[in-house]
């Protein structure tokens, strides 16, 4: 079977549809689309009679979408086998940071006031904002942590810091349950959407497990000699 000719065949689509740089492109535009969103909202007058309240959740939720993008790279690369991709894993997080960033500001600035005295105390009564809180300190540390200087300072450490991510994601989705006021016992609220988030968390971070991973390769490789033999047998016709 002569692979090297077949296998630029069957990879020149994925190729085109994962190579650069429309792919950066599209990941920017992913980025600071809610941003546009916002800023057209408010030209449009659609921020609602509470806008503080309006913004601060619309950038919690805009974060919480990214960082689940975010989360989803390396499965990504598992079932495509693009490592290539791996590369946007840091863009995709700055802009996670950036919007955590815009949901925190609106919660000090605009919502407390930078009253640091009301706000320790809302750590210590309310466990959502105590979850957020751990969730937007560890962001931080990601970000702060994710140019090649520290990649190369830190070594070993560097990734295992990284891995925080998928307790970042835990919290994250924690924090977006509680904050909702929902009610899982009583079925009341807005249950939906935190429990489709904490799925999807879940469903990620499931398909990092080693014996999960190898599998997911294995039938990737499977799939691939299928679509090879099929393209032999049917140029050989
Ligand atoms: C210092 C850290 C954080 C603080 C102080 C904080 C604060 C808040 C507050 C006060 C609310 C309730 C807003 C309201 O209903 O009036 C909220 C909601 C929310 N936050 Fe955070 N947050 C933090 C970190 C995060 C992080 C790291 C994420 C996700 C990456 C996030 C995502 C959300 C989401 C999705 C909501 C619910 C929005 C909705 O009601 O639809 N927050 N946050």
């Known amino acids: 079977m002569n692979t090297n ?3 630029p065949i069957t990879n020149s689509f994925s ?29 449009m007058h659609q921020l609602t009679f509470n806008p503080i309240q309006f913004i ?18 390396t499965p990504v690369i598992t079932i495509t086998g693009r490592k290539k991709l791996s590369k946007h894993r840091r863009t ?8 955590f960033a815009l949901h925190f500001t609106t919660f000090l600035a605009f919502d407390y006031g930078f009253d640091l005295k009301q706000i320790f ?3 210590i009564q309310k466990p959502f904002i105590l979850l957020g809180s751990l969730a937007g300190l560890m962001l931080l540390s990601l970000a702060a942590t994710s140019f090649k200087y520290w990649m190369k300072r830190l070594g070993k ?20 349950a509680l904050a909702v006021k929902g009610s899982l016992s009583t079925l009341s609220g807005n249950i939906v959407r935190p429990l489709v988030m904490s799925g999807l968390v879940i469903i990620l971070l499931v398909l990092r497990i080693p014996p999960v991973k190898k599998r997911i390769i294995s039938l990737r490789k499977w799939v691939l000699e ?12």
């Open 15 to 43: 190729s085109r549809v994962l190579s650069f740089p429309w792919l950066r492109i599209c990941i920017h535009v992913i980025g600071l689309l809610p941003l546009a969103e916002l800023i057209y909202k408010y030209f």
């Open 5 to 7: 000719v077949v296998l």
């Open 157 to 176: 450490t560097w990734a295992r810091l990284h891995k925080m991510i998928y307790v970042i994601g835990g919290l994250a989705v924690l924090h977006y």
């Open 121 to 123: 105390q809302l750590i």
């Open 92 to 99: 995709l997080g700055l802009y996670t940071f950036f919007l």
């Open 226 to 237: 299928l679509v090879l033999k099929t393209s032999i047998q049917s140029t050989g016709k």
């Open 56 to 73: 601060e959740q619309f950038f919690g939720r805009a974060a919480l979408n990214l960082l689940i993008i975010t989360l989803a790279v």
